[in-house]
């Protein structure tokens, strides 16, 4: 009971710091930085978020955007690991490995990290759709399903030059490719963090449909554009 009780009070803390850090909406500061003050959400489509900022203010505050909000989610996820990481030095929980838990702190700071980018509580809780912050969540969770959802949304991204399909393709697809790979961890025994247990496939698997459709739900608008072919394709901003 001890045990449990500690992995919810470090899971809570876990999503408490990443939740924190994800409302750090670095479209919103750059936005501010480099457009005179001018508020993101104010500005193009809306959304707070690489695309618009491209678009709207140009391409130096999208780079920026872009390296930050992908570093918050690495971040947000390192911390997950290392609190869990820690837990495991004197927390045990039967039939559960060390490396499983670690996994878990991960898998629940990067949940967090993007429900904060998504609802900033440092911004009225309006914020972007959180695709770069889940990028770097996936790459440091699972290289393989990141490798994976990257193919995705290059080839669609190729085909139709539009980023919000893209997105919503790489997004969707993430929950499968968690499947595929820990369900092949979990048959094989081969896993990275150490033996996968049955209970750590489904859970990463709902945390990852969990996310995914919250990235299909906040691109509903971008949905009904592409259903009416009113869906406008990538273009740069000339001037930043």
Not at 83 to 103: C, R
Not at 169 to 181: D, K, V
Request: glycine share 8%; proline share 1%.
């Amino acid at each position: 009971m001890v045990d449990l009780l500690n992995v919810l009070l470090f899971g809570l803390l876990a999503a408490v710091i990443a939740y924190l850090l994800g409302s750090v909406s670095f479209s919103i500061i750059f936005t501010k930085l480099f457009a005179h003050k001018q508020d993101i959400r104010s500005m193009g489509s809306g959304n707070a978020g690489m695309t618009n900022v491209l678009r709207s203010v140009g391409a130096k505050a999208a780079v920026f955007t872009f390296i930050f909000d992908f570093a918050k989610g690495i971040l947000a996820v390192w911390i997950g690991r290392l609190l869990f990481d820690w837990m495991t030095t004197f927390t045990v929980i039967e039939g559960v490995g060390a490396g499983e838990l670690v996994q878990y702190g991960a898998y629940v700071a990067g949940f967090f990290c993007a429900i904060g980018h998504i609802f900033p509580i440092f911004f009225g809780f309006k914020g972007g759709k959180g695709v770069l912050t889940s990028w770097a969540i996936i790459a440091l969770i699972d290289w393989r399903a990141f490798v994976l959802v990257i193919v995705v949304f290059i080839i669609v991204f190729l085909c139709s030059k539009i980023v919000s399909l893209a997105s919503i393709c790489a997004g969707s697809s993430f929950p499968l490719f968690t499947l595929i790979l820990n369900t092949f961890d979990y048959v094989h025994q081969s896993s990275a963090a150490g033996s996968t247990t049955l209970f750590y496939v489904v859970f990463s698997v709902l945390i990852a449909l969990l996310q995914a459709s919250i990235l299909v739900w906040k691109h509903r608008a971008n949905i009904q554009r592409l259903r009416a072919g009113e869906e406008k394709k990538i273009t740069v901003k000339k001037k930043s």
